[in-house]
């Protein structure tokens, strides 16, 4: 049998996208693709990418994966409406995999790509022309791909519902998440103090992580956290969010401003690295995350990985993705939102119920698992099994 050759849209690698989950996502498949590539004769992977886009932990040369350099990658427009489907036939590739759903592929090769969630409908949270554009590609991609990966049960109820494609054609392949980072090791006591200083966090915290944006809800987070320091006045607590600035950002910032005082100051951390993220996570004395709608939340899986208490919205993938381990609360309330918030914070028997079943959760998320599903679907879609070794 012939050599099964898949070529990767770079699209969602692009550096502007650095921090954001679907450049993560990429990343950590293209990571499992080269390992697996390497052991096994029958498969190759291509990824495309461009002279200025050469990442060196992604584009290095290995067995059953190559990177080839096009220059339709650098107009964006042209590589999305159909440019990637001409550069793979130019490689005789037989299939095409998307990580994300920002294309319009041609016909051939045929395509398999990953929506991560229904945002652009549900929850918009860009320009009016941004989101009919991720609108355009999203069901464009949804009804000309062979097949599609989804990040859970939730957001493939959305797209089926949405996009008018069929059940059997859209796969929940959970994400995974950095366990070398994201874990029960300690935190290193003076690399934490460090950072903690350089943030000027100088209490006892509650800690956000993602994109400053009206989606995420963080100014309902802000009014919950204000109205528990001053309900009890023995409290000391800094609320921590950290992340890229996203559209719609200002009226947190002024928010939080307003709020802060005494005894909490609300803290923008910025973008951290992804070991200062681990840090901050693991000095933190709660997670909350007040999100109106998220396709799987990388950030609560992290926060649970590292033992950390954590409470969520009640809505879109929480329950299903956290396992129903953890604590809920109603989004739109900012009453609930600070009740949950004080009933964790004072009883120890709660947050230590919450530490075990968040660990055990997050134990059932690998990019190992995500990437060994990810490319049996491939394998499916392009009338190929993956041998019996690779199941084990």
């Known amino acids: 049998m012939a050599r099964l ?139 000309r791909s062979r097949a599609i990966i989804t990040v859970s049960n939730r957001s493939k109820q959305d797209l089926v519902a949405i996009c008018g494609v069929p059940e059997d054609k859209v796969t929940v392949v959970h994400n995974g998440y950095d366990r070398e980072l994201f874990n029960l090791e300690p935190a290193d006591a003076g690399k934490l103090q460090a950072l903690q200083t350089r943030l000027r966090v100088q209490r006892s915290y509650i800690f956000h992580h993602g994109v400053i944006q009206p989606r995420k809800n963080l100014k309902r987070l802000i009014e919950a956290w204000h109205l528990l320091l001053s309900r009890r006045r023995d409290l000391q607590l800094d609320l921590v969010l950290a992340g890229p600035i996203g ?86 309330s900012v009453e609930d939102i600070a009740a949950k918030m004080e009933s964790v914070l004072g009883d120890s028997e709660l947050r230590a119920r919450l530490r075990a079943g968040g660990l055990q959760r997050a134990s059932c998320f690998s990019w190992q698992r995500c990437g060994r599903e990810t490319l049996e679907l491939l394998l499916l879609a392009a009338g190929r099994e993956l041998a019996n070794e690779e199941h084990a």
């Open 5 to 143: 050759k898949i070529a990767v849209d770079p699209w969602a690698l692009a550096p502007r996208f650095r921090h954001q989950g679907t450049n993560v996502y990429a990343r950590k498949l293209v990571c499992e693709f080269r390992k697996a590539a390497a052991r096994l004769p029958d498969v190759e992977f291509t990824l495309f990418g461009s002279a200025d886009w050469r990442d060196p932990a992604l584009v290095d040369a290995g067995p059953g994966f190559s990177f080839v350099s096009s220059r339709l990658v650098q107009r964006d427009r042209m590589w999305r409406i159909g440019g990637a489907s001409f550069a793979a036939r130019r490689i005789a590739a037989d299939l095409i995999f998307s990580p994300s759903s920002n294309i319009f592929p041609l016909t051939s090769p045929p395509m398999v790509c990953t929506i991560h969630d229904a945002t652009p409908f549900l929850m918009p949270s860009q320009s009016p022309r941004m989101v009919m554009a991720q609108r355009f590609f999203m069901r464009a991609a949804a009804r």
């Open 247 to 332: 559209r719609g950002h200002e009226q947190v910032f002024r928010v939080g401003e307003e709020r802060s005082s005494e005894r909490g100051r609300m803290i923008f951390a910025g973008m951290l690295s992804d070991t200062e993220l681990a840090l901050a996570l693991k000095g933190s004395a709660l997670a909350v995350i007040p999100s109106l709608y998220e396709g799987f939340c990388l950030p609560m899986v992290e926060a649970m990985a590292c033992g950390v208490p954590t409470i969520v919205s009640n809505n879109s993938c929480f329950p299903e993705v956290s396992g129903n381990v953890l604590l809920y609360f109603d989004p739109l």
